[in-house]
């Protein structure tokens, strides 16, 4: 082989070189981007999943499980008359409790889902900022109390956080690739799980009015957000005829807006200040140049402009509650974590000059010794530079350090809702009562309907007992809780029981509200002319009553009656 000049082969050399270092470079940043999405799902699942067959389900997802083991006729025709915005929902459900039906695979796609939404806030993090913002927020996500309360929920607002922040990771892609199909398709879908997360299409138009983006820009980003209004049109335009079902709520106040930034920034009064703080320092990212994407350009309207605009449309007619924008959780964390590295960032440049200062000093000092001084190694400064790298991820394990301290700090809050006694209700308490009570054959009264929910959840602490009120079977009504008699008809079937079993509400025994329909009220005033209760059953939520024709007892145990006002009372 000819010889080759010393030169040229030196610089054939280092082409192979410099490529093996810039891949050695790029091989931890794929790995740190890799672990700011795969680490945060690994503790959402793991919270997830503690205590996740809690033993009992609230009425929310007692409705889920009753409904979506309806066949989908039965469920269809449901759709018609209530809950037409949780459809897709339901369908999904009946496949998967077709699988097995228990409380478990109720929440397990919850539970799915939050690992996923804590996976894309790590991805979004790692995308608009670095692979230690993506990891501290991912992780932060994953640890909120609330995040972990809808993890265990049978019902859909996680699965509509997981597409809603998937949804703006595509739109980050989007905006700087052109490409808006997959970014219309999946927020249409989420839109699909539950209207309201079409407000997500203003957050994502103030961030690019932060932005300041180009017509280019505006015009696909148009284009995708029409598609997903006109996808939901049909829905919007039923859901409407069915706005009765939100008449229990009351318009939104500042302290509705205050225990919403709470539940977003943790709690607890030192996590929720240092977080605010932190989130507060996070929006340094507003001020950058003109056309960049940043992360508090995409997240503080993600955090703050579906709650406010739905509180704001509240005040007209009220349809706030907060977990349906639980998907605006997404953009806390990211804040947060922002703040975090930014005030890293500032100790670490304070902390230069300060070495720079003194580093001046000691050239001066080796510079009167110089003949003293020894000379430097070569090696040193190929040692310097992995030493720099290692600096990196113990600052981001410091940083996962604080926040599994603050989980600790919130351990308490989330081990009570694994309690079913901490959920709006607890309808198992009320099964396993009245298995324990009505033998089959016996009469039941369910005061008010939706009280039929326990049977309907729970059928098997049921079994053979004769509704009195039922006059179809509720999977083939179309109705949540069945058709029920009317007035005359109800008489005359309780005119011919000298007892009767009664499910009731215990906001309706205590008076805190009366129904406005007239079979509920027929229902107690037939109890109050010709029966009196002669045992009871407390629950934290509902009571079940034992109801005797008055002449059958010779004394009364001094149960109070349910009481009627003259005109309905609203819950």
Known sequence: MEPQPFEAAGEKAAVPVRAAERATARAPGRRARVAAAVVPAAVMLAVGLWGVDRGGMWRDEAVTFQVARRGVPDIWRLLHSVDAVHGLYYLLMHAVLAVRADEVFLRL???CAAAATAALVGTLGARLASPR?????GLLYAVTPMAGH???EGRSYALVAAGATGATLLFTRAVRTGSWRSYGLLLGLACWL?????????????SLVLVRADRRVWRGWACAAGAVVLALLPMVLVSRTQSAQLAWLGPPTWRTAEGLLRAFLGSGTAVHRACFLLALL???GLAAPRGRLTLARVCLPLAAVPPAALMLASQLSPLYVDRYVLYSLSGAPLLVAAGADTAVRLVRRHGRRWFRARGRVAVAVGSALGPLRRPRSPLAADTAAPAARRRVPLVAALGVAVIALSLLHQLPLLRADRNPANRADDLALVARV???KVRPGDPVLFLPAQARNAALAYPQDFRGI??????????GSGTLYGEEAGPTLLRARLARLDRVWVVVDRDLVEGRWSPAGPSER?????????????????GPYSSLRLYVRKGEVSEAPGIPPVPLPPHPVPR
């Open 133 to 137: 913002v993506g990891l501290w927020a």
């Open 194 to 206: 539950h209207e309201f997360a079409v407000l997500l299409l203003l957050a994502h138009a103030v």
């Open 282 to 284: 996070g929006l340094a």
């Open 434 to 436: 009245a298995a324990q």
């Open 150 to 152: 809808y993890a265990q």
């Open 522 to 538: 027929a229902k107690i005033a037939l109890l109050g002319e010709d029966f009196v209760p002669v045992e009871e059953s407390m």
């Open 466 to 475: 004769r509704d009195v009120a039922l006059t179809a079977p509720v999977a």
């Open 109 to 111: 796609p919850s539970v």
